[in-house]
Each structure stands twice: as structure tokens, then as C-alpha cells.
């Protein structure tokens, strides 16, 4: 579940047409596995998006605050058991921590807030992952949210074997989440994508294209979803 963003130049943008920069609050949020290239993404996505004249915040979750980080932390200790239902718990307690301090000031001021994963990642990993009940997993974010939701979420969608050797070429040690066998990410690939599929606000996107096709993908389909917002 690493998050350092890729220190490389990012890809060139594609040749669209370049947006007229609005006050109008966009908030995209990007999804997927362990390894699927989103902290790279990321970067790459708000180096265009600020050229386009947006005024870009970028964030994660769970993190984005002092308390989202030290949650952080404890989710991703390897020397912890943690139950899934205390997953969720912990993660929406940083997440509601989140929305109030930073995502919800941001889009009241008019800036446009790209952030490496939201709700749909409780749904995936301790719904689909973990086997807990979809319904009751979504009132717990809604009291976290409110009425916060993405008007984007990019899934990166990345097979596991894919996935495992990114991130051993990474040459980190695994966090908790990530050394779960394959068998959970599998369900967890599986949930994101049924998450996709459910919802006209998501767009998946094939994780084994090139870093530069990923980047041209994405980038247009937020480009689409800025205009709808500002049209």
C-alpha cells in the first residue's frame, strides 16, 4: 500500500484541447490494488492538470491529516491483528478526519482534489476482501463522507501477478496489506471492478498498458469530467 509518488518526469499530456480553468470543485479519486501504478499516476496527473490552470490538491487516504497518518500507521503494521470490521472502523474514523479537514475546505474553495483511495476501498478490501456485508460497510462511510463523493473514479484495474511484480521489483518490505495472499487481492480485484461496473461516475482503466497510455487514458476522462463540471 506504498504511496510515494514517482520522482521521474511525467508523461507529456495528449493533445486535446486545453480547458478554461473554472471555480467549479472537481473531485477525482483513484483506485486499485497493490501495485497497479496509482501513486505514479497521481503525479503525473496533477503536473497536467495544474498546467491546464487547476489549482490541484493532492492527497491519500488513509493519511492526509496528522490523525489519517498515525492511523496509517497502525493499518499498516505487520505486528498487529486487526478484525475487519476494526479495518473499517479505523479507516473511516481517519477518513471522516479527512473530508472535514482537507477534501471538504479544498472543494468549498474551488480546487480540484485528486485522491489515492476512498470509500470504494473499504468496499473492496473489508467487504470483498474480507467478507463483511456491503450495506453496513457503506452506512459507515456515508456517516464519514456525508455528502462528499467523487465526480470521477479512475480504477486502474491490474491483474494480481501483475501487481506482485511491481511490487517486488519495489524492493520494500510488504506492508499488511499487501502481504495478504493472492487469493484476497483477488477478491479485492474482483470487488473494485463489480464497484466499476455498478456505477456511471467510474472508469476503468486496463493497469498492463504502457505508463504513458494509462497516463493519456486518465487524463482525458478527467479533462471530460472538468467540463461537465464547469459546462
Known amino acids: 500500500m506504498s504511496m510515494a509518488l514517482a520522482s521521474e518526469s511525467p508523461p507529456s499530456a495528449p493533445d486535446a484541447p486545453r480547458l478554461i480553468h473554472s471555480n467549479a470543485s472537481v473531485f477525482i479519486v483513484i483506485e486499485g490494488i497493490e501495485g497497479s501504478g496509482k501513486s505514479t499516476l497521481i503525479a503525473a496527473l496533477a503536473h497536467a492538470l495544474r498546467g491546464d490552470g487547476h489549482d490541484v490538491l493532492m492527497t491519500r487516504e488513509p493519511g492526509g491529516t496528522p490523525l489519517g497518518d498515525a492511523v496509517r500507521e497502525i493499518f499498516l ?49 473489508q467487504g470483498y476482501g474480507r467478507g463483511l456485508e456491503l450495506e453496513p460497510l457503506r452506512a459507515v462511510c456515508k456517516i464519514a463522507v456525508g455528502d462528499v463523493e467523487p465526480n470521477l473514479t ?78
Open 77 to 125: 503494521d505487520r505486528a498487529l491483528p486487526i478484525a475487519p470490521m476494526t479495518e473499517a472502523l479505523l479507516v473511516n474514523a481517519a477518513r471522516a478526519q479527512h473530508v472535514s479537514d482537507v477534501i471538504r475546505p479544498a472543494l468549498a474553495v474551488g480546487r480540484l482534489v485528486i485522491c489515492d483511495r476512498f470509500t470504494d476501498s473499504t468496499l473492496a478490501y
Open 154 to 231: 479512475l480504477l486502474l484495474d491490474t491483474p494480481v501477478s501483475v501487481a506482485r511484480d511491481r511490487l517486488r521489483t519495489r524492493g520494500v518490505a510488504t506492508d499488511r496489506i499487501e502481504r495478504e495472499d493472492d487469493a484476497f487481492h483477488e477478491r479485492v480485484r474482483r470487488g473494485f471492478l463489480e464497484l466499476a461496473e455498478s456505477s456511471p461516475r467510474h472508469r476503468a482503466i486496463d493497469g498492463r498498458l504502457s505508463e504513458k497510455q494509462i497516463f493519456d487514458e486518465s487524463l482525458n476522462a478527467v479533462r471530460a469530467a472538468v467540463g461537465a463540471r464547469v459546462s
